[in-house]
């Protein structure tokens, strides 16, 4: 038996190391709840903060941005 396999079978420690691990995203998107940051970036998003008296900035990933924004979508080639 490996030592991983050791470690994985001792319930107690198992459980310690599980705890560390996150169990929510820290940043979602507000419109579609797709997760955006879990400890890295994820997907693209856009930060809708207007001005420093923002209290509760709104994240929004880039596809649902885009789909919000009227007019024909921006293509650059």
């Known amino acids: 038996m490996s030592a991983e396999e050791t470690v994985w079978q001792i319930n107690d420690l198992r459980k310690e190391i599980f705890s560390w691990l996150r169990k929510e995203p820290r940043v979602i998107c507000k419109n579609c709840f797709a997760i955006v940051i879990w400890d890295k970036k994820v997907k693209e998003f856009i930060n809708v903060s207007w001005g420093d008296y923002c209290e509760h ?10 789909a919000m924004l009227p007019g024909p979508p921006c293509s650059i080639s």
């Open 57 to 66: 900035p709104v994240i929004y990933c880039v596809d649902c941005w885009g």
